[in-house]
T-cell receptor, first 114, second 113 residues
Framework: KQEVTQIPAALSVPEGENLVLNCSFT??????LQWFRQDPGKGLTSLLL?????REQTSGRLNASLDKSSGRSTLYIAASQPGDSATYLC?????????????FGKGTKLSVKP | NAGVTQTPKFRILKIGQSMTLQCTQD?????MYWYRQDPGMGLKLIYY???????DKGEVPNGYNVSRSTTEDFPLRLELAAPSQTSVYFC????????????FGQGTRLTVV
């Protein structure tokens, strides 16, 4: 069964720190991996999508990497800010039984202290 | 841009009642999905659709039904609500091309008492 594991489950850091969120997956035959941000009581906002042929994607202070061979992705947040506090979810897409379905991890809850 | 719109945002149901969660998107996406998110868990796929008139079951379809009469709308029907259906429900859509982002609605928080 395809699974996605996110470590750590929760993380608290002081403002200004650089941090890394980890995501591992069991199915290396993925089409892409997507990182989302979820604020309390809100929907999911897409942050970055890495295609299976890519190694990394960057958007502002965010950088996501993908290593299919080891089944790992990381989300690097530079110079963290209190506004970055949220739950971060990673999900990979396969084209198995459910067209374009995303397999989600449980998320990492990030708290950035002023 | 409206994107993916879900209604209602919150709902309390009594056991045995029925309701329909509405989802509409204005991006002309063929692929639409319904997920549920339980506390501390990842999202799980309930049903999906690859176009008007075509739907299929996901990982956790029991107790739910869907229809897709138009490209824009993908309602989720709960029949005979049970406490186990207490969850947050998310609708998502994407274009039918590989390596494209999925867009999510704001969610419907449902409590069955």
């Amino acid at each position: 069964k395809q699974e996605v594991t996110q470590i750590p489950a929760a993380l608290s850091v002081p403002e200004g720190e650089n941090l890394v969120l980890n995501c591992s997956f069991t199915d290396s035959a993925i089409y892409n991996l997507q990182w989302f941000r979820q604020d309390p009581g809100k929907g999911l906002t897409s942050l970055l999508l890495i295609q299976s042929s890519q190694r990394e994607q960057t958007s502002g202070r965010l950088n996501a990497s993908l290593d299919k061979s080891s089944g790992r992705s990381t989300l690097y947040i530079a110079a963290s800010q209190p506004g970055d506090s949220a739950t971060y979810l990673c999900a990979f897409m396969n084209y198995g039984g459910s067209q374009g379905n995303l397999i989600f991890g449980k998320g990492t809850k990030l708290s950035v202290k002023p | 841009n409206a994107g993916v719109t879900q209604t209602p945002k919150f709902r309390i149901l009594k056991i045995g009642q029925s309701m329909t969660l509405q989802c509409t998107q204005d991006m002309n996406h063929n692929y639409m999905y319904w997920y549920r998110q339980d506390p501390g868990m990842g999202l799980k796929l309930i049903y999906y659709s690859v176009g008007a008139g075509i739907t299929d079951k996901g990982e956790v379809p029991n107790g739910y039904n869907v229809s897709r009469s138009t490209t824009e709308d993908f309602p989720l029907r709960l029949e005979l609500a049970a406490p186990s259906q207490t969850s947050v429900y998310f609708c998502a859509s994407r274009v039918d091309r590989p390596n494209t982002e999925a867009f999510f609605g704001q969610g419907t928080r449902l409590t069955v008492v």
